[in-house]
């Protein structure tokens, strides 16, 4: 059974701080992702990594930055928290493969909310 | 105009209901198409791949109408574990080895009642 795992469930921050959100994920899924799920918006990809040390931007990848150092961890960075960023964070996993790379397995996600 | 387009409901509906959700792309070349499911305070999960002919598993039924571009879900006999919300899911382009961007609807809330 895949599990994606992410630190916490529950964030609060200052507006200002540097915030750091976990993944890992434990079936060696060459693909990773990170998203933030707003009422009414949907999930919107923020950045992705298809392997170790490669990171792509997704459609809203501004104030935030991603690292990948090890394939089954991908955490993502917020350098300046601010209020606008406050959201529930849901990271990803996937295979490359063709016919299995359209299923992704998410995290349970983190409620981030900057004061 | 989004991408992927849903009513967000909520849909109130009895146990034993059938109920039917559609969701709209705009991206007339989107080539594969999903329904996902989140249950509350939950991650999404995929619930069952939409198929150009239409297919079944168990009581879902996903259809796809390429002209209209729109892909719908039926739920019939209608549990109450049914209640969460249900998202669209567009590929808009061609699958292939790597990454493929998923673009995701918001998503329709479906609350079964007794």
């Known amino acids: 059974d895949v599990k994606v795992t992410q630190s916490s469930r529950y964030l609060v921050k200052r507006t200002g701080e540097k915030v750091f959100l976990e993944c890992v994920q434990d079936m060696d899924h060459e693909n990773m992702f990170w998203y933030r799920q707003d009422p009414g918006l949907g999930l919107r990809l923020i950045y992705f990594s298809y392997d170790v040390k490669m990171k792509e931007k997704g459609d809203i990848p501004e104030g935030y930055s991603v690292s990948r150092e090890k394939k089954e961890r991908f955490s993502l960075i917020l350098e300046s928290a601010s209020t606008n960023q406050t959201s529930m964070y849901l990271c990803?996993?996937?295979?490359?493969?063709?016919?299995?790379?359209?299923?992704?397995?998410f995290g349970p996600g983190t409620r981030l909310t900057v004061t | 105009r989004k991408e992927v387009e849903q009513d967000p409901g909520p849909f109130n509906v009895p146990e034993g209901a059938t109920v039917a959700f559609n969701c709209t792309y705009s991206?007339?070349?989107?080539?594969?198409f999903f329904w996902y499911r989140q249950d509350c305070r939950k991650e999404p999960k995929l619930l069952m791949s939409v198929y150009s002919s239409g297919n079944e598993d168990g009581r879902f039924t996903a259809q796809l109408n390429r002209a209209s571009q729109y892909i719908s879900l039926l739920i019939r006999d209608s549990k109450l574990s049914d209640s969460a919300t249900y998202l669209c899911v567009v590929i808009p382009t061609a699958l292939s080895g790597g990454y493929n961007k998923l673009i995701f609807g918001a998503g329709t809330r479906l609350a079964v009642h007794p």
């Open positions: 990803a996993s996937s295979f490359a493969l063709y016919e299995l790379s359209y299923e992704q397995y």
């Open positions: 991206n007339s070349a989107s080539q594969s």
